[in-house]
């Protein structure tokens, strides 16, 4: 028994002995674990690759003063063969879309501080812009001379939309305004209750006879009357689950996209669904998703996940017809379709072609070396790419 006691601090002393020798080495584990992480959770590095297509570009033009962190996805919209982009130092330019030629542009002066957060809505001879202040400005769109200004109860950071004599905007605080489009009166306005923690940016509405279609920071879809603004009916697309707010962030964030009679709207949640626009019936989900828009072909429905796969879904199944994770983590813009090509940008400044066929990388060409947040639009087989610095790039396939 003696013995065994005098061998007890002779074996602590042996074990830690060994244990401060092995401290670095310990230490060096974890900080593998560490760097391994932080590698996991890094952008993935562009790869080379061969080339299969060229785009060329056509014109570039200076907006002045970009988004930068607003977190608002700016980007032009097209209208009678011109280019209509906002800035956020109180600025909206008119571009011819061929030649970028500036055919007009509006300030909003230096003793007013707009800010202009959304990209513009266009129609019916209007182009029409919100602020950080909530502040609606309607410009004639031949001109460029203000038309009339409104005042919303919250932020403006998605493209107001103008049909039916009406301008439609959504403000950050749910509510959806409607505003006559000769005078800038206020016609209705309907409420939808925010979750305590959503994405920041909000989807642009959509609409068809007699119906708006508005996508929600709590996961839904829903379905106001354009005359009035009384619900017909609300669709669940992302289900806010989790332990968490972070985790229960469902929103849908990309504009619903009108194909047909079919409606197809995509959440935060890698959750994108058709529904039957008239009825709101559901017709499929497919368990992939994201926020920034669509892109729909003749072939399928191109969409971008949070982690940077592109997906290209088939529009009567939903199933993945091909996959590309190639950008993973790159902080993809949703996709447009140009040509025979799927389109985003991401955070690097960098534009992707990706084959519509298979998902194989086909070009890649760098604007400006700012991120790029809003959707890429394609017009007269023109793509548009608007960074956060107010850079917008025209391309053409050659």
Same mark, same amino acid.
């Not at 006559?180 to 920041?200: Q, S």
């Not at 368990?287 to 996940?305: D, F, K, N, P, R």
């Not at 592109?310 to 994770?325: E, F, N």
């Given at each position: ?12 002393? #042996? ?19 560490? +760097? ?7 952008? +993935? ?10 785009? *060329?570009?056509?014109?570039? *033009? $200076?907006?002045?003063? #970009? ?17 209509? +982009? ?7 330019? *008119? ?7 500036? @055919? ?40 460029? !001379?203000?038309?009339?200004? &409104? ?20 403000? $950050?605080?749910?509510?959806? =305004?409607?505003?006559?489009?000769? $005078? ?16 920041? #940016? ?15 920071? /709590?996961?839904?879809?829903? &379905? ?29 964030? =990309? ?5 047909? %009679?079919?409606?197809? @709207? !995509? ?5 994108? @669904?058709?529904?039957?626009?008239? %009825? ?8 992939? #998703? ?14 971008? =996940? ?7 879904? /088939? ?20 996709? *447009? ?22 998902? &194989? ?25 608007? $960074? @956060?610095?107010?850079?917008?790039? &025209?391309?053409?396939?050659?």
């Amino acid at each position: 028994m003696a013995r065994t006691h005098m061998l007890r601090p002779a074996l602590v002393a #042996g074990l830690l002995v060994v244990a401060l020798s092995g401290c670095s080495t310990i230490k060096g584990w974890f900080a593998g674990k560490d +760097a391994a992480a932080k590698k996991a959770a890094e952008p +993935a590095e562009l790869v080379d690759f061969e080339a299969t297509v060229h785009p *060329a570009e056509i014109w570039s *033009a $200076n907006l002045g003063e #970009g988004e930068r962190r607003i977190g608002a996805r700016q980007g032009p919209v097209v209208l009678d063969g011109r280019v209509f +982009a906002a800035a956020t130092e109180d600025r909206v330019t *008119a571009l011819d879309l061929q030649t970028g030629r500036e @055919v007009w542009q509006f300030r909003g002066g230096k003793d007013e501080s707009l800010r202009l957060a959304g990209g513009p809505g266009a129609g019916e001879g209007l182009v029409v812009v919100g602020s950080l202040t909530g502040d609606v400005i309607a410009l004639d769109a031949g001109s460029g !001379s203000e038309r009339w200004r &409104a005042k919303v109860t919250s932020e403006v950071i998605a493209a107001p939309l103008v049909t039916q004599g009406t301008v439609f905007v959504r403000s $950050n605080d749910g509510r959806i =305004s409607a505003f006559d489009a000769t $005078n800038g009166e206020r016609r209705w306005f309907n409420e939808h209750e925010l979750p305590a923690l959503t994405i920041r #940016g909000n989807a642009p509405l959509a609409w068809a006879p007699g119906v708006l279609f508005s996508g929600n920071d /709590d996961g839904t879809l829903s &379905a106001p009357a354009l005359q009035d603004g009384r619900a017909l009916w609300q669709q669940t697309i992302g289900t806010p689950d989790g332990r968490t707010e972070l985790e229960r962030m469902a929103d849908v964030d =990309s504009a619903p996209l009108i194909d047909g %009679t079919q409606l197809f @709207v !995509s959440s935060f949640k890698n959750r994108t @669904v058709s529904i039957d626009g008239p %009825t709101g019936r559901p017709m499929w989900q497919s368990e992939h #998703g994201g926020i920034g828009g669509m892109g729909v072909a003749s072939a399928g429905l191109a969409v971008s =996940s949070p982690a940077g796969t592109v997906y290209l879904l /088939d529009k009567t199944s939903g199933a993945a017809l091909w996959s590309q994770p190639v950008l993973a983590r790159r902080s993809l813009t949703g996709p *447009a379709v140009q040509g025979d090509y799927v389109v985003v940008g991401d955070f690097d400044g960098y534009v992707h072609w990706l084959r519509l066929s298979d998902g &194989a990388q086909a070009a890649r060409e760098r604007v400006g070396g700012k991120a790029i947040k809003a959707q890429p639009v394609v017009v007269d087989g023109i793509l548009l790419v608007q $960074n @956060v610095e107010g850079g917008l790039t &025209a391309f053409r396939l050659d």
